[in-house]
């Protein structure tokens, strides 16, 4: 059974900057497109940035420049450097393998999520 494990979320002022890391555990499958969702209060999880196992991109307008996706494959980890945080960033960030590069389409069941809160 495939268990996603997020973490490296907090609490941070408009401007800072956030390293989220995704450890994928029981998976014989292809890690092939991971990807970083998220999720805001009130609102549907949207998927916000993806990689290929080739180092193929993908960024959702709203945090291109800001945000930066990448992997270690040998290790089944999964990162989110995001830098110049701001407020409309707040939400819980997930982690999950897409069956199509910059198309939602989640393959696992969700992990816990980590919390990231931006707010002076």
């Known amino acids: 059974q495939v268990q996603l494990v997020e973490s490296g979320g907090g609490s941070v002022q408009p401007g800072g900057s956030l390293r989220l890391s995704c450890a994928v555990s029981?998976?014989?499958?292809?890690?092939?497109?991971m990807s970083w969702y998220r999720q805001a209060p009130g609102k549907q999880r949207e998927l916000v940035a993806s990689?290929?196992?080739?180092?193929?991109?993908f960024y959702v307008d709203s945090v291109k420049g800001r945000f930066t996706i990448s992997r270690d494959n040998g290790q089944k980890t999964v990162y989110l450097q995001m830098n110049n945080l701001k407020p409309e960033d707040t939400a819980v960030y997930y982690c999950?393998?897409?069956?199509?590069?910059?198309?939602?389409?989640?393959?696992?069941?969700w992990g816990q999520g980590t919390q990231v809160t931006v707010s002076s």
């Open positions: 999950n393998r897409d069956l199509w590069l910059g198309v939602s389409s989640p393959q696992w069941a």
């Open positions: 990689i290929t196992s080739g180092g193929r991109l």
């Open positions: 029981g998976s014989r499958r292809s890690t092939a497109i």
